[in-house]
Each structure stands twice: as structure tokens, then as C-alpha cells.
T-cell receptor, first 115, second 116 residues
């Protein structure tokens, strides 16, 4: 049962363009939404995260937009660079029955920035 | 440099065998979580340890077990290995009992397990 749906599966963007990746979640108990970047052979690295009390958060070229009513959130990468080429994962976390927060990840988006 | 180190980096095991993977958490972090990442998929939460006790578990069978030591390092043990256990196993450390609530979780580079 996939609780976080991510799209697109792959994305090609020209250098300098805007990369947009979307996620939707089902579990209304989720209250923490991070985005991770993963390069081949490496573990995921946290890019930016948001809580549902704000609709947007910006850090440098990375922006998360959050729509609580629609249960959707998205990552925007402005001025995309070839070094941004990686796999991006959205994730969500909230209190489980046991109280421990495990992250639920989307399936990932393979982003390629063309020079 | 995240400070989370995992060993070994690669491992090949035969179906039915047992395996132990190790993780050293970042200095000062008292919580460790383990994830399984199949090829082309997102990581899946296996379980979490806080101060040497398991305090959360994902949808994985009991043959996946773990330990956390007084220095907060951790082990993941998998018994009776199956072909589908082939994956990248990731360890993440953080500070706090609910490690992902507003605090950053640092991932290691993972252990690539191949079951043949």
C-alpha cells in the first residue's frame, strides 16, 4: 500500500529551467514532509522539509509548496543545474501507533538536467 | 560528510543464510532507523531504535531484527535470507525519540546486499 505517490517517475529539464516534482499523500496523520536527494551509490541527503502549518518554504533554489486540503506537496528547483541531476524522493512522517516516526517515501523521480 | 558510517559497503550471501549489517551513528545522536531500498524504489522503514530499545517497526517480518548498543551504534540482522532481500540497506541517525519531527535524519551510504 503506497501512502505517498510521487510523479513524474523521470524528468528532463534544460539548464536554467525549473524542475517540478509532485507528491500526494493519503494519511492525514502525516505532519512532516521532507525531500531527499540521492546520488548513485550514496545515501539520501535531506534537501528541505516543511510542516503543514505553512504553505511554502524556500531555501536557496529549492522551494516546497504545500496544499493541506488537497494533501499534496511539490518541490520546485529554480535555475536547475547539471549538478542537480539525481534521484529525488518525497517523504512523509507522522505518529504511528507505536509513537515512532518512520519516514514513508515516494518511489522517486530521476531528474536529468541537460547542459 | 554526514558522520553516519555503515559496514560493509557490499555483501553477497546465499539464500537461507544470516547476515549482520552495522551502523555507527553520528556523534551525539541517540536514535537509529533502518531502511530497505530495493532497486528503483524509495526506502522502506524497517524499524527504529531509541536508547537501545526498538520503539517503532514497519511492515517487515520478525526475521529482520536489530540491536542498539550503549554507544548508540546499531546492527541489523536478517535471518533465513530470501532472494527478495537483495537491496540497499540504509541506516539513519538523529537526535530524539521522534527523530524525524523537526530534526534532521542523516543517512549513511548504505550496504548493498545481494542474495544469490
Amino acid at each position: 500500500q503506497q501512502q505517498v505517490k510521487q510523479s513524474p517517475q523521470s524528468l528532463i529539464v534544460q539548464k536554467g529551467g525549473i524542475s517540478i516534482i509532485n507528491c500526494a499523500y493519503e494519511n492525514t496523520a502525516f505532519d512532516y514532509f521532507p525531500w531527499y536527494q540521492q546520488f548513485p551509490g550514496k545515501g539520501p541527503a535531506l534537501l528541505i522539509a516543511i510542516r503543514p502549518d505553512v504553505s511554502e518554504k524556500k531555501e536557496g533554489r529549492f522551494t516546497i509548496s504545500f496544499n493541506k486540503s488537497a494533501k499534496q506537496f511539490s518541490l520546485h528547483i529554480m535555475d536547475s543545474q547539471p549538478g542537480d541531476s539525481a534521484t529525488y524522493f518525497c517523504a512523509a512522517s507522522g505518529l504511528s501507533g507505536g509513537g515512532a516516526d518512520g519516514l514513508t517515501f515516494g518511489k522517486g523521480t530521476h531528474l536529468i538536467i541537460q547542459p | 560528510e554526514t558522520g553516519v558510517t555503515q559496514s560493509p559497503t557490499h555483501l553477497i550471501k546465499t539464500r537461507g543464510q544470516q547476515v549482520t549489517l552495522r551502523c555507527s551513528s553520528q556523534s551525539g545522536h541517540n536514535t537509529v532507523s533502518w531502511y530497505q531500498q530495493a532497486l528503483g524504489q524509495g526506502p522502506q522503514f524497517i524499524f527504529q531504535y531509541y536508547r537501545e530499545e526498538e520503539n517503532g517497526r514497519g511492515n517487515f517480518p520478525p526475521r529482520f531484527s536489530g540491536l542498539q548498543f550503549p554507544n548508540y551504534s546499531s546492527e541489523l540482522n536478517v535471518n533465513a535470507l530470501e532472494l527478495d532481500d537483495s537491496a540497499l540497506y540504509l541506516c539513519a541517525s538523529s537526535l530524539g525519540r521522534s527523530p524525524l519531527r523537526g530534526t534532521e535524519a542523516f543517512f549513511g551510504q548504505g550496504t548493498r546486499l545481494t542474495v544469490v
